[in-house]
């Protein structure tokens, strides 16, 4: 079964490991990318926190311009709810 994810409207880094992203779905989510960043060379330009902040919404993901982006399913299935993370 194919899973289907709601394109991204919007994208902003947070901090140097956190993407804020908001979906055509309405749901506002966090994503962490410390594991990505330090763990798969293909990430290791978004350890620059400038770079980091150049992320912008691609259909259903995230890119940046070296085109490192994330999975969509990864990207919405294993974010956290934005206002959950307000609260940590």
Known sequence: MDMITPDVVDV???D???IYVRFEDGKEKVYDMKSL???IKFYEKLRNKEYFK????RYDTVEWPN????CPENLY???VNYE???KN
């Open 54 to 57: 150049l992320v912008k919404p």
């Open 12 to 14: 902003k880094a947070l």
């Open 67 to 70: 085109g490192e982006d994330v």
């Open 84 to 86: 959950d993370w307000k």
């Open 77 to 79: 299935y294993d974010s």
């Open 16 to 18: 140097e490991r956190y």
């Open 37 to 39: 960043i330090e763990t």
